[in-house]
């Protein structure tokens, strides 16, 4: 089962799910222990080369995953028979929807970082994204701190919504989670 039904998600939102946030930890990861390195170590410019480079096709990859979105059906929550289970829903919906204008955010922010020499990002060696030069003054400065914010606050979205998936598991005892780990057998048992 590759689309989402109303009640379970399908192979490609699981696996665009699981694709981004593991590439969002390891950029973040990545960015935090280059921020720590001199401009005279070894794997600064490889680390810098390999940072842009998953950025950009992690871009295009949320770009695929919002469209597999918009062309499947939504998802039902568990359960919207309280008012609490509907505000905890509306919380949801708002913490997706700035957990994808934060990568957005990062997005375009990494792009003016890179980009404002006028030079394009080399993706692997595969490809270029044209850069569009110097925008504003001291715009790498300005674009690299709202990137570093961005990135955190993101991590911290995140945390959040792990925690929320960890609370429908644990304690509301639903299949929230399960429904993001594995796709519903859909064969069928004839007698």
């Known amino acids: 089962m590759f689309k989402n039904t109303s009640q379970n998600y399908g192979l490609l939102a ?8 593991l590439v969002v930890f390891g950029m973040f990861g990545l960015g935090l222990y280059m921020v720590e390195l001199s401009y005279y170590d070894p794997f600064y410019r490889d680390g810098l080369h390999i940072h842009k480079s998953i950025g950009i096709l992690l871009a295009a990859l949320i770009v695929l995953r919002l469209i597999w979105k918009v062309a499947n059906p939504n998802v039902k929550p568990e ?27 990062l ?16 993706v692997f060696n595969w490809f270029s994204v044209p ?13 690299g701190t709202v990137h570093f914010y961005i990135a ?18 644990f304690i509301n005892r639903d299949r929230t989670l399960v429904r993001m780990l594995k796709v519903p057998n859909t064969t069928k048992v004839e007698d």
């Open 152 to 169: 955190w606050g993101l991590i911290g979205l995140v945390a959040l919504h792990i925690v929320g998936a960890l609370k429908h598991h």
């Open 79 to 105: 359960s919207e028979a309280t008012p609490m289970d509907k505000l905890q829903n509306i919380i949801a919906h708002v913490v997706h929807v700035v957990l994808y204008l934060g990568l957005f955010g």
């Open 107 to 122: 997005f375009v922010t990494g792009y003016l970082i890179s980009t404002s020499d006028g030079r394009a990002i080399e």
């Open 14 to 21: 699981i696996i665009f799910h699981w694709l981004s946030a």
């Open 131 to 143: 850069g569009i030069g110097e925008l504003f003054e001291e715009q790498s400065d300005i674009a």
